[in-house]
């Protein structure tokens, strides 16, 4: 009863007070109380971590949580968060910062937080530590081949550092993979952060052509998988799908872009964003790890821990180019009726012989049916449907 108490006691810890001792700074408070600031876990220029003093909660709308909420909760959450602690690690990192001398928080004008603000006795270094190459090993991956990409081992580094305010005496350690924009993304067991400015990672390639991933360890699991030391053609690390956007310039003067994104729901929509930017040249090879969440899951045949989005049913290849297609309804007795679409393997009288043949093979079992001739683009006319005569070949076709 004594511990549920004083867990109330210290989610009643004032947040505004909490950020002014964590250096985090209020940008600009809205009409309805809300206090927002640059958020303390990315480098941003727009403000999207929302304190509520009234409520005593914070929202982080950059990042979303398992569910696919915007990330938040309350003080206890947010020092778990930003020191990366378990809970009663943070309750007492709480008690020790209560004692502190507390100042009334300040309000802009302020500067922005200076990246890597949430971390001190920052060291980086070419990979080597045991435990760093030992975790790339159970993700999957083939040390021995990242040793001989020069592209990865300009990139994959080591870091140690400390958070601000820890009491730990060892520091912590992450592998470090560097992105163009000067900042590192860094990944270990349970950890995930990033040092620095986002940005994306660009590495040119031999031949045209571009494959994209959203992780850095996609990546790799992808040459692993391959089994080759690197790609003949460039390739895109988005490090985030928040990057899509600035990826684009990139993408848009390769002839193909091979697409390895996630197959949750962001790796759709973020798949559905660079269709639409790059009609026609977008390839996507989710069916390679179809079932796993990424690259990396495919790897070590991890199980999604959530459910994944139905795949998207794949377009058929002559979908564009037919110059005849059969759509057909079955006779079924669900009620829920079964229809396909049969297009001509070719656009002379070979093709569509064939579709008249397999129609009338077809007719005992159809409920309903529609032979089709493009007429220009996506127009069509129909040639025939039930009740109609079904020609030999239209009179103008060649």
């Not at 003080?75 to 309750?91: G, N």
Request: glycine share 6%; hydrophobic share 40%.
């Amino acid at each position: 009863m004594r511990s549920s108490s004083s867990l109330a006691a210290a989610k009643r810890f004032p947040i505004l007070s909490l950020l002014t001792l964590l250096n985090i700074p209020v940008v600009s408070v809205a009409a309805g109380q809300e206090h927002y600031c640059l958020s303390p876990f990315r480098q941003e220029s727009t403000p999207s971590f929302v304190v509520n003093p009234r409520k005593n909660v914070w929202i982080d709308f950059g990042e979303t949580d398992a569910a696919g909420r915007p990330a938040g909760g309350d003080v206890l959450a947010l020092l778990m968060r930003y020191f990366r602690v378990t809970l009663p690690q943070a309750r007492l990192l709480l008690r020790e910062l209560a004692g502190q001398s507390v100042p009334a928080p300040t309000l802009p004008p302020l500067e922005p937080q200076p990246a890597g603000a949430a971390f001190q006795e920052v060291s980086l270094s070419p990979l080597s530590y045991a435990p760093l190459v030992q975790y790339l090993r159970e993700r999957g991956i083939r040390w021995e081949l990242v040793q001989r990409n020069p592209h990865v081992l300009g990139r994959l580094q080591q870091v140690f550092y400390r958070p601000v305010g820890s009491a730990r005496s060892r520091p912590y350690f992450a592998l470090a993979w560097r992105s163009d924009a000067g900042g590192w993304e860094l990944r270990s067991k349970n950890f995930q952060s990033c040092l620095g400015p986002k940005g994306l990672s660009y590495l040119p390639g031999r031949e045209p052509g571009c494959a994209l991933f959203e992780g850095f360890f996609d990546y790799l699991s992808a040459l692993t998988h391959f089994g080759c030391v690197s790609f003949r053609c460039s390739v895109l690390i988005l490090n985030s799908v928040s990057m899509s956007a600035q990826a684009l310039p990139y993408l848009e003067a390769a002839p193909v872009v091979y697409s390895f994104l996630d197959n949750d729901a962001a790796g759709r929509k973020t798949l559905a964003f660079f269709e639409h930017h790059l009609p026609g040249r977008v390839q996507a090879q989710n069916h390679l790890y179809q079932g796993y969440k990424d690259v990396n899951d495919f790897l070590t045949r991890t199980p999604p821990t959530r459910p994944l989005p139905a795949p998207e049913p794949q377009a058929h290849p002559r979908r564009a180019t037919a110059r005849w297609w059969l759509w057909v309804v079955f006779e079924t007795p669900d009620p829920t009726p079964r229809h396909c679409t049969f297009y001509s393997y070719s656009n002379d009288a070979a093709g569509y012989q064939a579709l008249v043949q397999l129609c009338q093979r077809l007719q005992p079992q159809l409920r309903y049916y529609r032979l089709c001739e493009r007429t220009q683009g996506l127009e069509f006319r129909v040639v025939a449907r039930p009740g109609s005569f079904l020609p030999a070949l239209p009179t103008h076709a060649s």
